[in-house]
C-alpha cells in the first residue's frame, strides 16, 4: 500500500505483481452474482484495453473516466457502478466504502482466493493484457495544446494494427506523459518514434 493506504499492488504466489487492473478483473468475475451489481465497471483513459475485452467476454462493461480517483467515483455514480478504479491500485468497492481503502480491498481479494480456492495467478487466467510502453517527455515550456496532442495520438493509434495510443500533458510537472498499447513492439518502436517528431514539430 502508499503512505495513505488508498492504493495497493498486490504479489501473488509466484511473486510477479498484480496492479490496479488486474485487481479490478478479480473483483468484478467476483462481484457477478452480487444482486446490487449492475456489470459495469469503471475504469479510466489508462485502463488496459486488455481488461475492457476481458470483461467484455463475460458480459460486464467497462467505461472510462478521465484520470484521479475522483473522477472514477463520480462515474461509478453517473452510472450506477459499484466498482471502479486506476491502474496505479486505488479501487473503490462502494459496496463496502465510497474511497480507495487499500486494506479493504486486500481482503476482498484474498476472500475471493479463498471462497474459489484459487491462487490469486489463476483467478487472473482469463485476462489477457496488453503490453504498455510508457513514456515522459520532458519540455521546459509545453505550449503544445491538448486538442493537437488528441489529433497527435489518433494519428499514431493508426498505426498500430491492434493498439491504442494516449498523449496528454502532466498536471503537476513540465511533462507529456505518452502511453502506447500494442502487442507489436516493432509497430511500437515507430510510433514513438513518430510522436516524438510530431510533438517535436508543433511545439518549436
Not at 491538448?146 to 491492434?162: F, G, M, Y
Amino acid at each position: 500500500m502508499d503512505g495513505d493506504a488508498d492504493r495497493i499492488i498486490i504479489i501473488d504466489e509466484t511473486g510477479k505483481i498484480v496492479n490496479g487492473d488486474e485487481i479490478l478483473y478479480i473483483l468484478a468475475r467476483a462481484s457477478i452474482d452480487n444482486p446490487k451489481f449492475n456489470s459495469k465497471v469503471v475504469g479510466t483513459i489508462l485502463t488496459n484495453i486488455g481488461l475492457e475485452s476481458s470483461l467484455n467476454e463475460i458480459n460486464i462493461e467497462l467505461h472510462r473516466s478521465d484520470v484521479g480517483d475522483k473522477n472514477v467515483y463520480k462515474m461509478m455514480k453517473s452510472i450506477g457502478s459499484i466498482l471502479g478504479g486506476e491502474t496505479s491500485g486505488h479501487i473503490i468497492h462502494d459496496d463496502y466504502s465510497p474511497t480507495g481503502d487499500g486494506l479493504l480491498v486486500a481482503l476482498l481479494v484474498l476472500k475471493e482466493s479463498i471462497k474459489s480456492k484459487q491462487p490469486i495467478s489463476n483467478l487472473l487466467k482469463d485476462l489477457k493484457l496488453v503490453p504498455q510502453t510508457n513514456i515522459n517527455l520532458e519540455i521546459k515550456d509545453i505550449e503544445i495544446t491538448n486538442d493537437v496532442l488528441k489529433s497527435i495520438a489518433s494519428r499514431a493509434t493508426e498505426k498500430l494494427d491492434n493498439g491504442r495510443s494516449i498523449i496528454r500533458k502532466s498536471g503537476t510537472e513540465p511533462l507529456i506523459r505518452i502511453l502506447i498499447e500494442s502487442d507489436n513492439k516493432e509497430e511500437t518502436n515507430e510510433v514513438i518514434k513518430f510522436i516524438n517528431e510530431e510533438i517535436s514539430k508543433e511545439n518549436r
